[in-house]
């Protein structure tokens, strides 16, 4: 189903100012839903994605910290505006400005997420989030271990928003979207 091996191509694809793409999914991250436009960027079927992680669609140069503090934050009751580069099943990949909402059930658990994401500011995508994800990766892959990435990665975010004193939300809307 799912080529973690596939080459990159390099070829990135833009989604439309009014094109939206929409994913649910349950409390472990496996898609029950998602819309035609998600279809059409991941490049994948709905029975290969209906069930399956949301990580399919995860490129390999984005750094792990986003996904974790993206991950806690949600899992935390709270929603979180992260740009995340994402790649499609051919190896092409697309950037986009999620929205991650919690969805929660009648005895207040936590049932499931819910992300839109829509055409993210490409200036913003090249001024401050490449070279914020290519240190984090540096850093990561610096580590002596994957727990240890981690933990350097979040220092270094969290460094980062103390010094602007600034949410991680905060600091995407302060870049512009």
Same mark, same amino acid.
């Given at each position: 189903?799912?080529?973690?091996?596939?080459?990159?191509?390099?070829?990135?694809?833009?989604?439309?100012?009014?094109?939206?793409?929409?994913?649910?999914?349950?409390?472990?991250?496996?898609?029950?839903?998602?819309?035609?436009?998600?279809?059409?960027?991941?490049?994948?079927?709905?029975?290969?994605?209906?069930?399956?992680?949301?990580?399919?669609?995860?490129?390999?140069?984005?750094?792990?910290?986003?996904?974790?503090?993206?991950?806690?934050?949600?899992?935390?009751?709270?929603? *979180?505006?992260?740009?995340? %580069?994402? !790649? +499609?099943? $051919?190896? =092409?990949?697309?950037?986009?400005?999620?929205?991650?909402?919690?969805?929660?059930?009648?005895?207040?658990?936590? *049932?499931?997420?819910?992300? %839109?994401? !829509? +055409?993210? $500011?490409? =200036?913003?995508?090249?001024?401050?989030?490449?070279?914020?994800?290519?240190?984090?990766?540096?850093?990561?892959?610096?580590?002596?271990?994957?727990?240890?990435?981690?933990?350097?990665?979040?220092?270094?975010?969290?460094?980062?928003?103390?010094?602007?004193?600034?949410?991680?939300?905060?600091?995407?809307?302060?870049?512009?979207?």
């Amino acid at each position: 189903m799912h080529n973690k091996n596939a080459s990159l191509t390099r070829v990135e694809r833009s989604l439309a100012p009014d094109e939206l793409i929409v994913t649910k999914t349950d409390a472990s991250g496996k898609i029950r839903y998602a819309n035609r436009t998600f279809y059409k960027f991941a490049g994948y079927t709905p029975a290969e994605c209906i069930g399956a992680q949301h990580n399919i669609i995860r490129h390999p140069e984005m750094p792990r910290t986003v996904f974790k503090l993206l991950w806690d934050t949600i899992k935390g009751g709270d929603e *979180i505006f992260a740009y995340v %580069n994402n !790649r +499609a099943k $051919n190896g =092409d990949h697309y950037w986009v400005l999620a929205h991650v909402t919690p969805n929660w059930g009648a005895n207040k658990s936590i *049932i499931g997420y819910h992300s %839109n994401r !829509r +055409a993210p $500011n490409s =200036d913003v995508i090249r001024e401050h989030i490449q070279p914020l994800y290519t240190q984090l990766l540096k850093i990561e892959r610096s580590a002596g271990s994957p727990k240890d990435a981690l933990a350097a990665g979040e220092k270094h975010v969290l460094d980062l928003l103390r010094s602007k004193d600034m949410s991680f939300n905060e600091l995407m809307f302060a870049l512009g979207v």
